[in-house]
């Protein structure tokens, strides 16, 4: 039953259709460690033809307040039209760990993200959603399906659906390869044209530093491609974990 379920999740994960997100963007996993404290730095920077290169970072805060819930508040930045860098949000990232590691086929987790921009005109953006994960043998599997609505903004508001999805072939212990996509599909209850929908996907790596005890440095990283005419043309990504 595991295989074949893995198997199930493997072709949702690399369907046709795949994702956009914020440069900065990562994959949320269910796993939460008591306890855990880390500094997080995010980075992105993306481009399209004949539009000057956005970039994004967010770096965080984050500890493991009990085996089931982990909180980060994250400070974030942006650089658009070759113009200068500037502080953009505040953000209070939660996410709740619902079944143990391994207890099921599958391991199930829940996110609440509640972002503040420094434009209040935009409101409260709260991002919501279920965070999955299974492994077989080697691969670990990740699909994410998730909300995105901003409240008390100037400007009507609609919920939007997310998606997110990575597959990862644990290759060694210090270097890990895989795939990512990231991806919008409009309204949850109308979803845009295919080709509306900001698709990205693309190879990744994967690793850690061990420093002794509890200490090790995590880092990811993709190369994202536009798979469809809205999306930009190319993504870099990364993530630095230094936990303690």
């Known amino acids: 039953m595991k295989i074949k379920l893995c198997c199930t999740m493997a072709g949702v994960l690399l369907a046709p259709q795949f994702a956009h997100a914020g440069p900065s963007a990562y994959i949320y996993t269910p796993v939460v460690v008591q306890g855990e404290r880390e500094i997080d730095f995010k980075f992105g920077t993306a481009s399209t033809e004949n539009t000057p290169r956005s970039s994004a970072a967010n770096i965080g805060l984050g500890y493991g307040a009990s085996e089931r819930w982990f909180t980060e508040l994250y400070l974030k930045y942006k650089r658009e039209n070759n113009g200068p860098t500037f502080y953009d949000a505040v953000e209070w990232e939660n996410k709740f760990q619902l079944t143990d590691i391994g207890e099921y086929p ?112 995590q880092y990811n990283a993709a190369w994202l491609w536009g798979t469809s005419a809205a999306a930009p043309d190319d993504t870099f990504r990364m993530q630095v974990e230094y936990e303690f």
Do not use: C
């Open 106 to 217: 599958v391991d199930v987790g829940l996110l609440l993200e509640i972002e503040r921009p420094t434009d209040h005109a935009e409101g409260w953006e709260v991002k919501w959603g279920p965070l999955f994960q299974s492994q077989f043998d080697k691969v670990v599997l990740n699909a994410n399906l998730l909300f995105e609505r901003s409240y008390r903004s100037e400007s009507a508001s609609e919920t939007v659906q997310l998606y997110q999805w990575q597959a990862k072939y644990l290759w060694q212990r210090s270097l890990d390869i895989g795939l990512q996509g990231f991806g919008e599909t409009g309204k949850w209850d109308h979803w845009d044209a295919a080709s509306d929908r900001p698709n990205q996907m693309g190879p990744a790596i994967f690793g850690k530093v061990l420093l002794g005890g509890r200490k090790m440095i």
